[in-house]
């Protein structure tokens, strides 16, 4: 459905200095977008995640056709919607942006406020070219069916400045589907929205893009709305793809330290391999050995980084040790009750371990305790 080659997409930034050669003066380029490649499937909602000034915006509006790339194709179906040409090959191609006929959604609604809610929905479509444009019956039939979708259907005649954040948020949503896109853009739609309605309308979100099955890329530096939402997601940094998955590998198997610290919350303990066979690992770490199953292929003597996730540490006060393959001795130190878990900071030596753990259980600072730490749940990040 949608597919991005070596996309590329710098800006001027500071100005050179100190460059005697008057050819070499000007503005040194910023990458925000450099040598991106994925490809999204009919049907699937991707996610471009990662944090500030990461590129995953930028690439989104190169998509839309609000930015202009440097270099590289975009391409949606089967239309090109941009492609920087070779030299002496293919031409270059950058369709506007109101000819590509992508839905897209902003992060701040970007709604009409001197029109009501069936007008802005219907605006789209009243603004096309006569040949294109639908009939003022099949208009009002369209707006009627994607508000009654959007449960906006007994606000049809209001103003939309009188919507509460959340039913102006799904009344943009709402304008980007009626005109029936290949493709959906969303750009951070629920960073708006306090805590509770981001939560309720990130599964109204999800339940829409299946049922309706929409094609979309989704942007957003939340984790959580990352994992909860994606089919894919790709986690960007510096302009890079640095990690391609489904939610559950990215979050299991990240491939560098940025990823694992990115991507929820883990402790991590520097070690070297000393033993690798067959997705059997044994790490030496300055706490004492570990033993990990991981389809990492590193070999021994490799120095890593083991992430731990904090949901895969046990505490305990009586030792299990024969029982279980890693079980650390340790002193609670800090504990923080969160509702549905308690988090406890545990001293190991030099290392401070977080352990989330069942709100049933906790422990008072000063508590001696055993860690067990399941093998299956830690994963190996290479150094470098």
Known sequence: MLRIDHLVKSF??????????????????????????????????????????????????????????DSGTITVGDRVMFSGGVKGGDRAVNMPANQRGLGMVFQSYAIWPHMTVFDNVAFPLQVRKRADRPSKAEIAERVERVLATMELSPQAGRQATKLSGGQQQRLALARALVI????????????????????????????????????????????????????????????RVVQLGRPREVYESPSNK????????????????????????????????????????????????????????????????????????????????????????????????RARVNPSVSFEPGTQVYLQLDPTKISLVPVG
């Open 12 to 69: 001027a930034g500071e100005k050179a200095r100190g460059k005697k050669n008057k050819a070499q003066e000007g503005h040194a380029a910023v990458f925000a977008v450099n040598d991106v490649s994925f490809e999204v499937k009919e049907g699937e909602l991707f996610t471009l995640l990662g944090p500030s000034g990461c590129g995953k915006t930028t690439t989104l509006r190169s998509i839309a056709g609000l930015e202009k790339p």
């Open 180 to 239: 029936q896109p290949p493709l959906l853009l969303l750009d951070e739609p629920l960073s708006n929205l306090d805590a509770k309605l981001r939560e309720s309308l990130r599964y109204e979100l999800k339940r829409l893009q299946r049922e309706l099955g929409i094609t979309s890329v989704y942007v957003t530096h939340d984790q959580v709305e990352a994992l909860a939402l994606s089919t894919h997601i790709a986690v960007m940094e510096h302009g």
């Open 258 to 353: 940025f990823v694992a610290e990115f991507i929820g919350t883990s402790n991590f303990i520097p070690g070297t391999v000393g033993s690798a066979q067959g997705g059997q690992h044994s790490v030496d770490t300055t706490n004492g050995r570990l033993f990990i199953e991981s389809g990492s292929d590193l070999p021994t003597g490799s120095d890593v980084v083991v992430s731990i996730r904090p949901e895969a540490v046990e505490l305990s006060t009586e030792s299990r040790a024969g029982q279980v393959p890693n079980e650390w001795h340790g002193t609670v130190v800090a504990r923080a009750f969160l509702g549905d878990a308690v988090d406890h900071v545990v001293a190991v030596d030099k290392h401070e371990i």
